[in-house]
């Protein structure tokens, strides 16, 4: 059972317009998302978080979305860059003196048109 | 360099040996998490420590699978009696032990079982 869904294997982008990757949920106990980037033979590296106590996190040229009634949340990039191009993860967890281990989607891989 | 370590990067056993992976976290980190990625997929999670407590395992980590973090420093992730299932990448992340804090994670073991 896939907890965290990115329905969207791949998309392209021209340099400098907006990029938007999906990601919806279907587990009501998960209340921190995480956004992670990945390029190849490397470990994902942490962009950008929201807690579900907000609907928006911005920082710099990534914001993320969340909208828990419907289990989305979304994350832009603008503008978007060639260096942006990677495989990027939606992550989530529910918050835990403790653990508060990770379950991921299968990741977009976002590709930068120069 | 301060961020988490994985040694080594590159595996490549025989099926039926036995290997072992280290990882050390972010030196501040109380908390250590061990991932496995396959290709398409997301990471998943295999087992969390808190110090040296393993207080969780995924239902992923076989009877071949142990995991130790002793002194609450650094961890080996040890595979006994390799398949070619057990082909994959081994993450390892830490954080810092507080609620909604964004786990970092070391650049990952290949694990190539011929």
């Known amino acids: 059972d896939q907890q965290v869904k990115q329905n969207s294997p791949s998309l392209s982008v021209q340099e400098g317009r907006i990029s938007i990757l999906n990601c919806d949920y279907t587990?009501?106990?998960?209340?921190?998302f995480l956004w992670y980037k990945k390029y190849p033979a490397e470990g994902p590296t942490f962009l950008i978080s929201?807690?579900?106590?907000?609907d928006k996190n911005e920082d710099g040229r990534f914001t993320v979305f969340l909208n828990k009634s419907a289990k989305h949340l979304s994350l832009h990039i603008v503008p978007s860059q060639p260096g942006d191009s990677a495989v990027y993860f939606c992550?989530?967890?529910?918050?835990?003196?403790?653990?508060?281990?990770?379950?991921f989607g299968t990741g977009t891989r976002l590709t930068i048109i120069p | 360099d301060t961020g988490v370590s994985q040694d080594p990067r590159h595996k490549i056993t025989k099926r039926g040996q036995n290997v072992t992976f280290r990882c050390d976290p972010i030196?501040?980190?109380?908390?250590l998490y061990w991932y496995r990625q396959t290709l398409g997929q997301g990471p998943e999670f295999l087992t969390y420590?808190?110090?040296?407590?393993?207080?969780?395992k995924s239902r992923l980590l076989s009877d071949r699978f142990s995991a130790e973090r002793p002194k609450g420093s650094f961890s080996t992730l040890e595979i006994q009696r390799t398949e070619q299932g057990d082909s994959a990448m081994y993450l390892c992340?830490?954080?810092?032990?507080?609620?909604?804090?964004?786990?970092?994670f070391g650049q990952g073991t290949r694990l190539t079982v011929v």
């Open positions: 420590f808190q110090n040296e407590a393993q207080l969780e």
């Open positions: 992340a830490s954080s810092y032990d507080r609620m909604n804090t964004e786990a970092f």
């Open positions: 992550a989530a967890s529910e918050t835990n003196f403790g653990n508060e281990k990770l379950t």
């Open positions: 587990n009501s106990m998960f209340d921190y």
């Open positions: 929201i807690s579900s106590i907000k």
């Open positions: 030196s501040e980190h109380n908390r």
